[in-house]
């Protein structure tokens, strides 16, 4: 491939009482949450496979939560990606990272 992504499961499960109902009510909770002692569960395993998946040049992209960005830079940064950058959403949050091979 030469894109992949991704806006996997982030949300920690201690943090359900902040989402609104009209996410609660209509998306399904495996697709919203991961548990507190786990809260990069899906960014590793999704780093591992594109290393292998990806294109020489390659990207990837995450949504993530903002509590963990530097964390998910790190991992692909352990995972021998290159020029990664954490960016901001229009709330000016960190929410998105971005990796190359």
Do not use: T
Request: positive net charge; proline residues 7%.
């Amino acid at each position: 491939y030469n894109i992949i992504v991704s806006n996997p499961p982030y949300i920690l499960n201690n943090e359900k009482q902040f989402i609104k109902s009209n996410v609660l009510d209509y998306e399904p909770h495996s697709a919203l949450f991961v548990p507190n002692n786990e809260p990069l569960l899906f960014y590793k395993k999704i780093a591992k496979l594109a290393k292998h998946m990806l294109e020489p040049n390659g990207k990837i992209y995450f949504e993530i939560n903002e509590k963990f960005g530097l964390q998910v830079v790190n991992d692909l940064k352990s995972n021998g990606f290159i020029s990664i950058e954490l960016r901001n959403d229009i709330f000016d949050k960190p929410r998105m990272v971005r990796g190359g091979l």
